[in-house]
Each structure stands twice: as C-alpha cells, then as structure tokens.
C-alpha cells in the first residue's frame, strides 16, 4: 500500500509539474507492476501511445470514409453521423473514436487495427 501511495504521489508531481513522464521501459513496467496493470496501459495514460497507433493506416481514409457511409445508412446512428463538413473538420484521432464505437455498437469490422498480445512472446519463453 505504501509503495502505491509513492507511486501516486510521483504521478501526481509529474502533473502538476507539467514535465513528461518518464518513457523508460523498466519505469513503465515498474509503474505497471504497483498499480497492476498493463505496461501498455500506463503507455497510454502517459501519453506514449494513442488511438491511432493502433489503427492500420494503409487504408485509414477509405475503410474511414466507408464507416462514415455505414453510420449514416443506420437508422439506429444516422442522425449522430457527422455531416461531410464536419467530417473534413475532424481531427484523425476522433475519426476514430467515433468509428471504434460505432464497431463496438454494431459488431462491425471497420477499421483494420493491430493485434496487441497481453505478453511480448520473449517473456513467455521460459
């Protein structure tokens, strides 16, 4: 309990201090050992990883334009879809969110992401 605190309290001063986080793999998977997750999530919380790194870019903007059409043709989503106005506006990352849940209401496969294994296969080989 004591060490989680210190964790925290670390966390909280690298907030509050504006300075990024640490990127270091050992501190990652130190920091992810105390709080009991994953390396990748503590990646993610420090901003290391995002959304679109995920995402395989090949043929983002044509499986994205194909879930727009999707959305639309929806009668369950149709009046949320963006209009092609504001679909141009939109920054790449909320394409994505906004398509990640729409896969997620549907059971669609829209978008084409990478497969992430819980454990990196150099650590399963013992």
Same mark, same amino acid.
């Given at each position: 309990?004591?060490?989680?605190?210190e964790?925290?309290?670390?966390?909280?001063?690298?907030?509050?201090?504006?300075?990024?986080f640490?990127?270091?793999?050992?501190?990652?998977?130190?920091?992810?050992?105390?709080?009991?997750?994953?390396?990748?999530?503590? $990646?993610?919380?420090?901003?290391? @990883?995002?959304?679109?790194?995920?995402?395989?870019? !090949?043929?983002? &903007?044509? +499986? %994205?334009?194909?879930?727009?059409?999707?959305?639309?043709?929806?009668?369950?989503?149709?009046?949320?879809?963006?209009?092609?106005?504001?679909?141009?506006?939109?920054?790449?990352?909320?394409?994505?969110?906004?398509?990640?849940?729409?896969? $997620?209401?549907?059971?669609?496969? @829209?978008?084409?992401?990478?497969?992430?294994?819980? !454990?990196?296969e &150099?650590? +399963? %080989?013992?």
């Open positions: 309990m004591k060490k989680q605190q964790i925290v309290s670390v966390l909280r001063r690298f907030a509050a201090e504006k300075r990024p640490p990127s270091g793999r050992e501190t990652r998977k130190r920091v992810a050992s105390v709080l009991g997750v994953t390396g990748l999530q503590v $990646a993610i919380w420090c901003e290391l @990883l995002g959304l679109d790194d995920f995402i395989v870019t !090949q043929n983002f &903007e044509s +499986n %994205a334009l194909a879930a727009l059409q999707a959305m639309r043709a929806d009668p369950v989503v149709a009046h949320i879809a963006p209009s092609d106005d504001a679909w141009e506006q939109m920054p790449q990352h909320a394409k994505i969110a906004l398509i990640l849940m729409y896969q $997620a209401l549907t059971n669609k496969r @829209l978008l084409e992401v990478s497969k992430v294994p819980a !454990q990196p &150099e650590d +399963n %080989a013992e």
